[in-house]
């Protein structure tokens, strides 16, 4: 089992910028990918971004390339999710997930573990 809680959520102006934690715990392995995901109130839950526990590998939805960075930090189990030039269509539920595979994934039925999610709330 891994256990995935994210932080860092919260209100922003447009323009804005927010950093999201995704500490993960448990039976984890090298070969992991994780990713971000989003959901807003209505819409189906959305590719934000992956990367890969081993070397660092990113890949980005299309909506957030170029605004958004992620990265991992092995040595404290944690990834993160960099989020600049906030607009108020980055307004959703963002979601921290793992897959025990290395792939560039972008369907939420690929994964396997999810955490709680993390509310961001751009205003306009």
């Known amino acids: 089992q891994v256990q995935l809680v994210e932080s860092g959520g919260g209100l922003v102006q447009a323009g804005g910028s927010l950093r999201l934690s995704c500490e993960v715990s448990?039976?984890?392995?090298?070969?992991?990918?994780m990713a971000w995901f989003r959901q807003a109130p209505g819409k189906e839950r959305e590719f934000v971004a992956s990367i890969f526990w081993s070397d660092g590998f990113t890949y980005y939805g299309d909506s957030v390339k170029g605004r958004f960075t992620t990265s991992r930090d092995r040595a404290k189990n944690t990834i993160y999710l960099q989020m600049n030039t906030l607009k108020p269509d980055d307004t959703a539920v963002y979601f921290c997930a793992a897959r025990p595979a290395q792939g560039r994934f972008t369907s939420p039925r690929a994964y396997d573990y999810w955490g709680q999610g993390t509310q961001v709330t751009v205003s306009s």
């Open positions: 448990g039976r984890t392995s090298i070969s992991y990918t």
